[in-house]
Structures are given as structure tokens and as C-alpha cells.
């Protein structure tokens, strides 16, 4: 829409005035100004309706990129791993560099290090991936231990918490000591009586079956206690870019667990975002035509 013209004033009422001496003003003259005043308002008033909406802001749409100071932010490509003898861009180039996602702060070609190009100001850390620690860790599992104890000491079971009461040697079984009794060698897989597996003093029917669960598995189970899964080929501590084509869904990788964080777009504008933690292969930003998710995963089980 073009500018609308400036009102056109084409009769000098003063010099009308002075030059009859009557004080009378020209009747047609005034109706061509005005009319002309007339039109310039309204044009002006067209212009602005045209740019902004009823509330006073910028319509929807009207601002694009080319609009923008070359400043302005309204993307970013997606990141990297860092390394030597490379071009990266102000604003748009961003990298991995151990568990640091960062974005270019200056034009440059890298140097010989990450460190010296950051210290110099380079780069702009947006994100800290640094992954969690402690009983998130898969060491710390019932999935892949090799022994019993080890489970034990994972979930946090003793053997006073399982209501056994029994003797020394009744108990050295659960070391891999073979016992003599018929109601102990149920332990080691020996068939035995309801009423003999019981036998052990204190032990519940719930500790029981605990204790011949074939694998941790089994145990979770008993124990009402969530699986995690593990299939996937990465590890805890694992970083996942994800930038799905636009349009699309933003779905995690497989296996393992997942800590996310999306933010949806279009052209530019932020619409949505997403944060969570769900199990891989799992869609945690739904597709939506034009739009695209950028975000990042970052595996802690």
C-alpha cells in the first residue's frame, strides 16, 4: 500500500479576504479544500488500518525476515561437533562441544582449539547438557547386573526389609551356600511345599516369591516397580540434536530414556514448546504443516 498524499490547499483565504475588503471567504474554494483535506484523512486512515489491527498492534503477518535489522535472530542451523579450519556464521552456526551447545557470537574460521576461539568470544553458550547423575545412571540397573546381590543393592532390598527371620545357615544360601533343609533349598531352585518354603521364620508369601523370581525383571515386576527400557544403542549422557523437516513431527531416538526441551516455528515466530521426559521412539511434537521443531534430547537412562 502506498503512502497516502499529503492534503492539497490551493486558495489563500487571507489574501481573498484583504484583497475584497468585505470580509467574505470564496464558497467553492472552501468546498475544494475541504474536500481535499476530506480525502487525505481518509487515505491516511485506510493506511493505517491497512498495518495494524483493531487493538492498536501490528497486523499478523505483515513483519518478515527482510523487515528485520540483520541483528535479529530467527533461526539457527542445525549444530555440529566442532572442528578446526571451519567457516561458522554469526547467529546461525551452532555446535556440540563436549556438553555445551553454543552458537556462533562472530563470524570466524575456527583455530586450532574450541577453548581459544571461546575465550576470544566466538561463541555464545545457549545450553548446558551436562547429564545427570546418580541412581538415573544405567550402572545403577537391574537390567544388566550379573548377580544377585547387586540387584539386591539396587533395589534397595535387604534381607531384614523382606520379614526373614532365620538362622545363620538358613540364610548363607542366599550367599550360594548350599542348605540342607527342604525349606531352604527352595532358595536354590528346589521344589518344595508351600507350607516348607514358608517355613523360614517370618518369611511372607510376597518375600517368598521375591526372593525364586527367575531374573530382576521378574522382581520388578512382583514389585509393581517400572521397567526401562534399554534397547536402544547409545548411553546415558547421550546428546540428540532434534530438528525435524518442517511440517513434521519431532519424534526422540530409540531406546533409553529421554530428557527434551522443543520450541516450535513459524517463519520465524515462536508458536509452541515442549519439555519433558518420555522413553525413546516416543513423539513428543506433533506435526504441524509449515511449521518446525527445534530442540534437544539428552539420554539419562
Known amino acids: ?128 547438557l551436562t547429564p545427570p547423575t546418580g541412581t538415573l545412571l544405567r550402572d545403577l540397573n537391574l537390567s544388566d547386573v550379573t548377580d544377585a546381590a547387586t540387584a539386591r543393592t539396587n533395589l534397595g532390598v535387604s534381607l531384614g526389609n523382606l520379614g526373614i527371620t532365620a538362622s545363620a545357615a538358613e540364610l548363607n544360601i542366599l550367599d550360594g551356600v548350599t542348605a540342607t533343609t527342604t525349606e531352604i533349598n527352595v532358595l536354590d531352585g528346589v521344589t518344595a511345599t508351600a507350607s516348607e518354603i514358608n517355613a523360614i521364620d517370618g518369611v511372607t508369601a510376597t518375600g517368598t516369591a521375591l526372593i525364586r523370581a527367575a531374573d530382576a525383571a521378574a522382581g520388578r515386576t512382583l514389585l509393581e516397580a517400572p521397567s526401562e527400557p534399554n534397547a536402544g544403542t547409545g548411553a546415558p549422557g547421550e546428546v540428540a540434536g532434534l530438528f525435524p523437516s518442517v511440517g513434521a513431527a519431532a519424534v526422540l531416538p530409540a531406546g533409553g530414556r529421554w530428557l527434551y526441551a522443543l520450541t516450535r516455528y513459524n517463519s520465524g515466530v515462536t508458536t509452541s514448546a515442549a519439555f519433558g521426559v518420555a522413553i525413546g521412539g516416543t513423539t513428543v511434537g506433533a506435526a504441524v504443516a509449515g511449521q518446525n521443531w527445534v530442540g534437544f534430547a539428552w539420554r539419562t537412562r
Open 1 to 128: 500500500m502506498p503512502y497516502p498524499d499529503k492534503p492539497n490547499i490551493q486558495t489563500s483565504y487571507t489574501a481573498y479576504e484583504q484583497s475584497l475588503g468585505d470580509g467574505s471567504l470564496p464558497g467553492q474554494e472552501l468546498d475544494n479544500d475541504f474536500a481535499n483535506l476530506a480525502d487525505s484523512v481518509e487515505s491516511l486512515n485506510d493506511f493505517v488500518r491497512g498495518i495494524t489491527r483493531s487493538d492498536g498492534a501490528l497486523k499478523n503477518g505483515i513483519v518478515t525476515a527482510e523487515s528485520l535489522a540483520a541483528s535479529v535472530r530467527i533461526g539457527i542451523d542445525p549444530p555440529t561437533t566442532w572442528a578446526t579450519a571451519t567457516a561458522y556464521t554469526v547467529g546461525r552456526s551452532t555446535v556440540f562441544s563436549g556438553f555445551g551447545f553454543y552458537v556462533c557470537a562472530a563470524s570466524h574460521t575456527s583455530g586450532a582449539s574450541f577453548a581459544v576461539d571461546l575465550g576470544a568470544g566466538r561463541w555464545t553458550l545457549l545450553a548446558d
